[in-house]
């Protein structure tokens, strides 16, 4: 199947910082990419679909100026993280569908800590 | 808010045993997927079933679909010490897509060798 990848994998940030965490499709172009938070024993949850070329759409309950999207190339998707506080730790996924949206591949995830 | 109910929260069996997870969701759907996602790890794809089909299976996993209940099962046979992990029913967002994905709550499954 088609690849997605995340990096970093783990980061650990102080209060404060931003952190950039990136999605790449491997080996396919992906207009749409979208973001999910996963809490501790907890399912995932939508943040926000990410459309190449164009704003990010976030779903209800998630601030945008705390959760920069860019998607500005047909393989690549990142979020930005700003000021990042302790209760923003959380384990990010993305995924993305492939041509056609027949199918979509999620990303290995990234474990955030905020310290 | 999440679409999918999954029932049990946790399960805990023994090797050789079979797991029964059920899911329930809301809206009309023109497919239902499963995946698993062992601890602290990323997703993986088990199967997608449509709302045309009632029972597909893939390997030592069985699917069914009841539209009319809106609900869903997922059966794992013999199951293994490596089954253990956590298994989400997914279905489309806005019901008929395969873009947005809403995640039930999850059933996390304990297989004991």
């Known amino acids: 199947g088609a690849v997605v990848s995340q990096h970093p994998s783990r980061v650990i940030c102080k209060s404060g910082t931003s952190v950039k965490i990136e999605c790449r499709s491997l080996d396919f172009q992906a207009t749409t990419m979208f973001w999910y938070r996963q809490f501790p024993k907890q399912s995932l949850m939508l943040m926000a679909t990410?459309?190449?070329?164009?704003?990010?759409?976030?779903e209800q309950g998630v601030e945008k100026d705390k959760f920069l999207i860019n998607h500005a190339s047909l393989t690549l998707s990142t979020l930005t993280v700003t000021s990042a506080h302790p209760e923003d730790s959380s384990f990010y996924i993305c995924?993305?569908?492939?041509?056609?949206?027949?199918?979509?591949?999620f990303g290995p995830g990234t474990r955030l800590t905020v310290l | 808010s999440q679409q999918g109910e999954e029932d049990p929260q946790a399960l805990s069996i023994q090797e050789g045993e079979n797991a029964t997870m059920n899911c329930s969701y809301k809206?009309?759907?023109?497919?239902l997927q499963w995946y698993r996602q062992n601890s602290g790890r990323g997703l993986v794809h088990l199967i997608l079933?449509?709302?045309?089909?009632r029972e597909k299976h893939s390997g030592r996993l069985r699917v069914t679909l009841d539209t009319s209940k809106k609900s869903s099962s997922l059966l794992i046979t013999a199951s293994r010490a490596a089954d253990t992990a956590s298994y989400f029913c997914v279905t489309p967002a806005g019901g008929t897509s395969y873009g947005k994905l809403t995640f039930g709550q999850g059933t996390i499954l304990t297989v004991h060798p």
């Open positions: 990410s459309n190449e070329g164009s704003k990010a759409t976030y």
């Open positions: 079933i449509r709302s045309n089909e």
């Open positions: 995924s993305a569908l492939t041509p056609g949206a027949r199918e979509q591949f």
């Open positions: 809206t009309s759907i023109n497919n």
